[in-house]
């Protein structure tokens, strides 16, 4: 996950801070120097790491912080504030013309995930009520058109591919035209990349904002390159007019430093970010949000944003009646997985939750394995056990273990789990919630 190494550094830095009484300014000195060194091993631009630990400094030796009653804490307000500055200080939403159709660029090298990205925002876009059309405008890359065509169909959106020998620019300006007719409102054109920056590729896309007028130019750019990403973006953004940028697999092993130096170095602010492989996962970019989870504080909006995104009302409401009626089965145990699992990777909604940091987390207490060992073990029960979960007795667990290829003590401790969940339900339909001693002996249900 991005920024996982930086984010344990920082707050391992700041527990040293938090611990003390008071600071003196070499204390802080002392504890910018591990922050810069965390950057920079985040792949964070050389200057916009010095030039923010020296901001950070400014503001951490004066009075209200070397004073203060809780100075260690002071001084992560301060790193919260400037780590929000650098990447942008709020969100910085797509611009749309107030005459439809709104036309949108995505552009950026091969490999970097432009064409999946046009499908991402395409159903972004879609789920907000637009109608986009997509354009396959990469003429050279083998089965770019046909790509594309297959992510339309998905997601049951229009695809304009180009005519034998057409050129960009002109199947973009038949397809804007074409748009207007058919009523889409946002044209979502999907470029050609190169294997690095050339006068061609810039030429091109020249020509096609020469040619219809583009409301966004997206710079798509692999969060996992780390700093070469932020110098593409800085020679693209030096050849064409670039509105924003896409940072792609931010959920895989990249370092981050993408995100916290690209606006930095270029003026380009980072307006969505792909979270993962599937089509719904691309968000909108919130500086302080990041910055929050980077340091350990949590992301609750996201999460809540998540959850009305995914979990179905319908469902919702018929959960929770049965919850009043205190009739939860195993089998809504299980649906309550699946709805959990449709979130998101456990480690991404875990980053989300305030405190609830990696080093926290007992080793194997909540992963990907544990949750479909939960999954196969109560696929293996027959439907009167998971109505009765009482019946199952010593022979029942064997069998049960023996059919999801699991462990007799894995049965155990999911029939705990399910028994310290309904109780818990049970407290809160009685309104005595979490503060009641009985709450505060319960753990998480998975």
Do not use: W
Request: hydrophobic residues 40%; proline residues 3%.
């Amino acid at each position: 996950m991005a920024f996982e190494s930086l984010s344990e550094k920082l707050q391992a830095t700041f527990r040293k801070l938090r611990g003390r009484g008071k600071l003196s300014e070499q204390d802080v000195d002392r504890a910018l120097r591990e922050v810069r060194l965390a950057l920079l091993e985040a792949d964070v631009n050389f200057k916009v790491a010095r030039d923010f630990t020296k901001r950070v400094r400014d503001r951490s030796v004066g009075q209200e912080v070397l004073e203060s009653l809780t100075p260690g804490q002071q001084v992560v307000k301060i790193v919260h504030e400037e780590l929000t500055r650098l990447m942008g200080e709020r969100e910085q939403r797509l611009t749309f013309s107030g005459r439809p159709p709104t036309v949108m660029m995505l552009v950026g090298l091969q490999g970097s995930g432009k064409t999946t990205t046009t499908g991402k925002l395409a159903r972004h876009l879609h789920t907000q009520g637009r109608q986009p059309v997509l354009v396959a405008a990469d003429v050279y890359r083998p089965a770019a058109a046909e790509q594309l065509e297959q992510l339309g169909g998905q997601l049951g959106l229009p695809v304009i591919r180009p005519d034998e020998d057409e050129a960009p620019e002109a199947l973009v300006a038949r397809a804007v035209t074409q748009a207007e007719k058919d009523g889409n409102d946002v044209v979502l054109i999907d470029t050609a990349g190169r294997l690095h920056i050339d006068e061609d590729l810039m030429g091109e896309l020249q020509t096609i904002q020469s040619t219809v007028s583009v409301h966004e130019s997206l710079l798509v750019l692999d969060a996992m390159t780390g700093q070469d990403a932020v110098n593409m973006a800085e020679s693209f953004s030096e050849h064409i007019d670039i509105s924003g940028v896409v940072l792609t697999k931010l959920d895989g092993d990249a370092r981050g430093g993408a995100a916290l130096s690209v606006l930095e170095v270029t003026g380009c602010p980072v307006k969505l970010v792909g979270t993962g492989e599937k089509l719904d996962a691309l968000e909108i970019f919130h500086p302080e949000r990041m910055s929050s989870r980077i340091l350990g504080m949590g992301d609750v909006l996201t999460l809540i944003e998540k959850a009305e995104q995914s979990i179905d009302q319908d469902k919702a409401r018929k959960m929770q009646q049965r919850l009043r009626d205190d009739t939860f089965t195993l089998d809504d145990f299980l649906e309550q997985l699946e709805e959990m699992r449709n979130l998101g990777p456990i480690d991404q909604l875990l980053s989300m939750i305030p405190g609830m940091a990696k080093q926290n987390l007992d080793a194997g207490q909540i992963d990907e394995a544990e949750l479909n060992r939960v999954a196969a073990i109560i696929q293996s029960m027959t439907y009167e056990e998971r109505e009765n979960p009482e019946i199952i007795k010593r022979s029942r667990r064997r069998r049960i273990a023996q059919g999801s290829g699991t462990r007799v003590q894995d049965v155990n401790r999911l029939l705990k789990q399910y028994q310290a969940t309904r109780e818990m339900i049970r407290q809160f339909a009685q309104g005595k919630g979490p503060g009641s001693k009985k709450m505060k002996n319960l753990k998480l249900p998975f």
